[in-house]
């Protein structure tokens, strides 16, 4: 099926309202992931609504892993024996404005913490591009958004709460205990089960964000710098076709002196002139307001709206970090690729991350520039796509989104993870006869 005819037939299913994708969710036997392209190996799901009721699980289980919103593509949260689900376990805990943070239950989602934190005159730093996500599962896999001076999600937690498999209760904290605690933060689900984090905030802000459509690949070659610092956040959107990339989505602060002032051409791109999808052929009705109208910051950081689905939908992602100062050359090697990658692709997005000091973020100790796909759902050529891309981006020692799919080797891994037998050690002393360790940290993390 060609992306045109694929794209039609699922555009319809996008207009439904999510409640209807939750309904089909719960009208399925089996557990599956958000996507559909992972069905989880037991459907037993256990929930709890204190901590004393996640330690009194935790003591009484040999194995179990928690489950976050299932925004995974991959089997990093699964289990074959049984899940511990934290969602009632979404409040705030407490807001400290001197200090600038908070203090949330694990099982908090950015689309409910967002709202209360700008109604209280606070804002995160940054955001992924979807609000429905928790809190927890994006600071375990270092999910991120886009700005080359924004760290992770995960560079926001400054303590958290972890419940050891002996049941007992951690309190980690950055200033305290920094080693473990970098150690901990991109935890992988590997520690134990985190009940509350603690998060930096700072003072609400005022957002705008501009789409350009059609930037030449020359362009980007020869400015890549001067686009990607153009705004506070920078996503390019690009199908790989035509020497272009599809899209440029500019998010800047409105505050004097980071404000972006849109021109009709940047860099040979021309200014949009009504709100886009990253899929230019699919309704904006999910995006984030766009054309300049300005709109508090959680409303503009994601590109997709809470209360719609994110996203296409039926999809599945991959994503690779590559050092900063091989950008360039890292997306043109894919750009060779573009023939083999376009049929399977829907689209892909180009976004820079900040270096940070957590042992296993694909950004430690380096910034990053993220090369992401949004494939259709075919795994069998997915698979083998994979495995040139990966290829071509070896040489960038290229790490691999730990929530989405890949087929880097834990060889490899371990190579390119230089806290990886740290991160082993950690694990090891909070979970000795590996509980919280399911098949895909066994083979990626534990293996080597
Ligand atoms: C449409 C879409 C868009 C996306 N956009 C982005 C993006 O912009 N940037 C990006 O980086 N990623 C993105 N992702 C990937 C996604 O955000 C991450 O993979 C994230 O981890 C999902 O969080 P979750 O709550 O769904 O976690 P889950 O998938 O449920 O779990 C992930 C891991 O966290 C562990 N976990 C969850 N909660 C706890 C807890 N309380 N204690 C211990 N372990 C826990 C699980 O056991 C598992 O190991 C996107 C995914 C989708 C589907």
């Given at each position: ?16 309202p999510?409640?209807?994708r939750?309904?089909a969710w ?19 799901v ?9 330690q009194d699980?935790v ?15 991959n089997?990093?949260a ?8 934290l ?6 805990i ?6 600038r ?5 694990a ?15 606070f ?6 591009s979807?609000?429905?996500i ?11 958004g886009?700005?080359?001076k924004?760290?992770?999600l995960?560079?926001a ?36 089960v985190?009940t ?8 609400s802000?005022?957002m ?6 059609n ?18 956040s920078?996503s390019?959107?690009t ?6 990339v ?8 409105v ?9 009709p ?6 200014l ?7 899929i230019?052929?699919?309704s ?8 300049g109208?300005?709109?508090p910051?959680?409303e503009?950081?994601p ?6 689905t994110?996203?296409a ?12 100062p ?9 750009e ?6 376009s ?5 892909s997005?180009?976004?820079t991350?900040?270096a940070?000091?957590l042992?296993?973020?694909p950004?430690y ?11 259709k759902p075919?795994?069998p050529?997915?698979s ?21 799919l ?17 991160f ?5 002393r909070?979970?000795?006869?590996g509980?919280f ?9 534990f293996?080597?």
């Amino acid at each position: 099926m060609n992306k045109r005819t694929f794209i039609r037939l699922f555009a319809a299913t996008l207009a439904s309202p999510p409640v209807m994708r939750l309904l089909a969710w719960a009208g399925q036997e089996k557990l599956r992931n958000w996507a559909g392209n992972l069905e989880y190996s037991t459907a037993r799901v256990h929930t709890s609504s204190s901590l004393d009721q996640v330690q009194d699980y935790v003591k009484t289980e040999n194995k179990l892993k928690v489950l976050g919103t299932r925004h995974c593509f991959n089997n990093i949260a699964d289990s074959k024996d049984a899940f511990l689900s934290l969602k009632p376990m979404d409040q705030v805990i407490a807001i400290d404005k001197a200090k600038r943070t908070v203090t949330v239950g694990a099982g908090i989602t950015y689309g409910q913490l967002c709202p209360y934190l700008d109604r209280n005159g606070f804002a995160l730093h940054n955001l992924a591009s979807l609000p429905h996500i928790s809190v927890a599962g994006a600071c375990t896999t270092a999910t991120h958004g886009s700005g080359q001076k924004n760290g992770n999600l995960a560079t926001a937690a400054s303590a958290l709460e972890i419940v050891r498999a002996d049941g007992n209760v951690v309190n980690l904290s950055r200033e305290r205990d920094r080693e473990t605690f970098n150690g901990a933060v991109v935890g992988l689900g590997a520690l134990g089960v985190l009940t509350k984090v603690t998060l930096d905030i700072q003072p609400s802000f005022m957002m705008r964000q501009y789409v350009y459509e059609n930037l030449p690949l020359g362009e980007l070659k020869d400015h890549f710098d001067a686009i990607e610092s153009s705004g506070y956040s920078v996503s390019l959107f690009t199908d790989w076709q035509k020497q272009r990339v599809n899209e440029v989505w500019i998010k800047s602060r409105v505050e004097a002196g980071q404000a972006f002032h849109a021109t009709p051409d940047f860099f040979g791109a021309k200014l949009a002139t009504r709100n886009l999808h990253p899929i230019a052929e699919l309704s904006a009705e999910n995006c984030t307001e766009q054309m300049g109208v300005p709109g508090p910051w959680f409303e503009r950081l994601p590109h997709f709206r809470m209360g719609f689905t994110p996203s296409a939908g039926k999809e599945l992602q991959s994503e690779y970090f590559v050092p900063r100062p091989h950008a360039v050359e890292a997306i043109l090697a894919v750009e060779r690729l573009r023939d083999h990658v376009s049929p399977s692709l829907l689209i892909s997005e180009i976004r820079t991350i900040a270096a940070d000091s957590l042992w296993m973020s694909p950004c430690y100790e380096q910034d990053c520039v993220t090369i992401h796909f949004t494939w259709k759902p075919d795994w069998p050529a997915v698979s083998k796509l994979l495995l040139m891309i990966e290829k071509e981006l070896a040489p960038f020692d290229a790490r691999p989104h730990w929530g989405k799919l890949f087929t880097i080797s834990p060889a490899e891994l371990k190579r390119i993870y230089k806290r990886l037998p740290d991160f082993v050690e950690v694990s090891k002393r909070y979970d000795p006869q590996g509980k919280f360790r399911n098949e895909y940290l066994n083979k990626n993390i534990f293996s080597t």
